[in-house]
């Protein structure tokens, strides 16, 4: 897939812009402050529905105004679509060719994206919750079946915990909730432990290509329970429940569960978290983030969009050029970057200056 006509409204520090992106690698370009990240803010912001710098969408909208506006044209492998996004600070509409959604969750898998951003490279040593977003949000957005099963998951959830808060707990409706949770943890989880399988299809060679190192890469899942049947499964998440619900009522809050699941890589067999330097954990964050294009291209015969937001200035020359060989095998990439003078070949320049975008001839 590829995005063609892109314009904004309003959006940020765009009163209005409009261009066309092409195939191929589009590099965005200007000094800092111009509005760079802005544009693939926009773009990724369709893809899922929200920002990925703030959790306010009133701070997307220029500050004169009242509404900001997103619109793209996409060209699939078998289709085309228009996505809007009405942006207000009472809320936003998206539409897709000129019909709203009536739920945020139908715009997942229209726009796909895999995004780089400069905070990545703390994707590993931050919160377990930040690499579980990560996994639902890609999860979510291939299989509808998982989207569905973490709600109810979270719904049933949010349930226990205010039970927990009561004065006066019903144990009969605590344990009913406890039972409830039980099937769609069961579904989640196999839906991610086969994700990082097809994870570690790719990841290995990804890093090879971009390191040129014989380093082992391995990625690894963490939850509470190894039982593969159904069975024995819900028998030992009712024990634990059962086991931790003195604490729970204390802290009035549900310690067990895969809300506190976690993914972690591992290079040579240690943690790249904790062992890894910051070079290093860069590259094996493009690498997951990489391999995740390989996942999504199999799943759903469409190449994402992939975003790299001032990714090359904190790389060396090597790994620049490594990484920008790999870049080539996708359909459409946006690369934002403070300078020109990378060697970025047979791409298509846009220079950001003044709330403007110019396609550079």
């Known amino acids: 897939m590829k995005i063609s006509r892109f314009k904004l409204v309003n959006f940020r520090n765009y009163f209005e812009a409009d261009t066309i992106f092409e195939q191929g690698v589009n590099l ?28 306010s969408d009133s701070e997307l909208i220029h500050f004169k105004e009242k509404y900001a506006r997103i619109e793209v044209n996409l060209q699939r492998a078998n289709d085309q679509k228009e996505i809007n996004a009405l942006i207000t600070s009472s809320g936003k509409k998206i539409t897709c060719n000129g019909i709203e959604l009536k739920k945020l969750s139908e715009l997942s898998g229209m726009l796909l994206c895999v995004i780089f951003t400069p905070e990545d490279v703390l994707f590993f040593k931050d919160s377990p919750s930040v690499r579980r977003r990560y996994i639902d949000v890609n999860l979510s957005s291939l299989f509808k079946e998982y989207m569905n099963e973490l709600l109810k998951y979270k719904n049933i959830l949010k349930e226990r915990n205010t039970l927990l808060k009561e004065n006066s707990i019903d144990l009969v409706y605590l344990e009913t909730l406890e039972e409830r949770l039980c099937e769609p943890q069961y579904k989640i989880i196999k839906f991610r432990q086969k994700l990082v399988e097809e994870l570690n299809l790719h990841v290995q060679g990804i890093f090879k290509e971009l390191d040129h190192s014989e380093k082992k890469i391995e990625i690894k899942y963490f939850t509470f329970s190894k039982e593969k ?18 604490g729970d009522m204390k802290r009035k809050a549900t310690s067990i569960g895969i809300h506190h699941d976690d993914i972690k890589m591992y290079m040579d067999q240690k943690d790249v978290g904790v062992y890894a330097s910051q070079g290093q954990n860069r590259i094996c964050a493009l690498s997951l983030k990489l391999s995740m294009f390989n996942v999504i291209k199999k799943y759903t015969n469409e190449d994402a969009i992939v975003i790299l937001d001032d990714v090359l200035s904190e790389l060396d020359e090597a790994h620049q050029i490594r990484l920008l060989a790999k870049l080539r095998e ?15 070949e047979r791409c298509t320049t846009y220079v950001i200056k003044e709330n403007k975008i110019t396609r550079r001839m």
């Not at 509005?35 to 703030?54: P, Q, Y």
């Not at 159904?230 to 003195?246: C, G, P, Q």
Request: charge should be positive.
């Open 229 to 246: 049947e159904y069975a024995l499964f819900k028998n030992t998440l009712m024990n634990l429940y059962k086991e931790n619900r003195d």
């Open 330 to 344: 996708f359909e459409q990439v946006f690369i934002t970057c403070a300078k020109e003078n990378f060697r970025v």
């Open 28 to 55: 965005i370009t200007g000094t800092n402050g111009q509005g760079k990240t802005n544009i693939v803010e926009a773009i990724d912001f369709l893809s899922v529905g929200k920002s990925f710098k703030t959790t």
